[in-house]
């Protein structure tokens, strides 16, 4: 695995900074800005890559896994997601810049893409005949950023990835597509391991794993409002917007691993004095 910094005036990457160890898995520390940069170098240096964005969620998951600890580790890039990680990065004395969320993201590398005229495909969101969440992200991407090429909207149904017939058809799209990135909207650890498998298909492209950020998009499901995503607290919004599906993930698992993690970061800087 090699991880890439932006580009120097001579055109190769500089040094990146070590990862962050958080509960077991390792965090870049980058801002948003710095994240996008990262990925253009790559892409403009004929690189692909896969982005993961680990939040709580995905800290608890991995702690309980050695593969899926190895499945956010072998990414080119990961970037905190969840403010939790940030607090606690900030505890142990080794802070992260900010908290660089996949649904965020998604707009910053569109909005660079079109300006460079890359090619991006989406993969993923609600299956839903109806609402199309998934060609309706590309209309509103295409329309908020008009350079945008769009040259996938794919949402495949359930189980595609153990079919091996549909699986070949969707490799086949995407390696005709040629896309720069791909938005992989599966929910980890699906979008990951789907991510990883692609790359074949098209390896100098770039794989984020954006999870709910393509039904966000559409405005197939609403996003939290600002004051909550800055504050840490957009997990309860999502919880209350659809309780039956996250409220026992977010208080059984998640809360608990959160107080896990800052406690551990205190431990670790008080260890250190």
């Not at 908020?144 to 149904?157: F, Y």
């Not at 040629?178 to 390896?203: I, S, T």
Request: glycine share 10%; with cysteine.
């Amino acid at each position: 695995m090699e991880r890439l910094g932006p580009a120097r005036a001579d055109g190769v990457p500089a040094p990146t900074s070590p990862r962050i160890r958080l509960g077991g898995i390792g965090i870049d520390p980058v801002t948003g800005a710095e994240a996008v940069a990262r990925v253009l170098a790559a892409i403009e240096a004929g690189r692909g890559g896969r982005i993961t964005t680990p939040n709580v969620d995905i800290l608890a998951a991995a702690r309980r896994s050695a593969d899926l600890r190895a499945l956010v580790d072998g990414a080119e890039l990961a970037t905190a997601d969840g403010a939790p990680l940030v607090w606690a990065s900030r505890l142990a004395g080794t802070p992260l810049p900010e908290r660089v969320a996949g649904s965020d993201l998604v707009w910053s590398l569109a909005a660079a893409a079109s300006e460079r005229g890359l090619r991006l495909a989406l993969l993923g969101g609600t299956p839903d005949l109806a609402a199309r969440p998934t060609e309706r992200a590309a209309e509103v991407l295409e329309t908020r950023h008009p350079g945008l090429k769009v040259v996938g909207a794919w949402c495949p149904p359930m189980g595609f990835d153990r079919d091996a017939s549909q699986w070949d058809a969707l490799a086949d799209r995407v390696r005709a597509a040629a896309p720069d990135l791909v938005y992989v909207g599966l929910g980890f650890p699906k979008q990951e391991r789907v991510a990883e498998r692609l790359r074949e298909a098209a390896p100098r492209a770039w794989f984020l794993g954006c999870g709910a950020s393509i039904d966000f998009i559409a405005g197939y499901r609403r996003r939290a409002p600002k004051w909550m995503q800055r504050t840490g607290t957009e997990w309860l919004f999502r919880m209350c917007s659809e309780p039956r599906r996250l409220a026992r993930r977010y208080l059984r698992d998640d809360l608990p691993e959160a107080v896990r993690l800052l406690a551990e970061a205190a431990g670790k800087r008080r260890g250190e004095r």
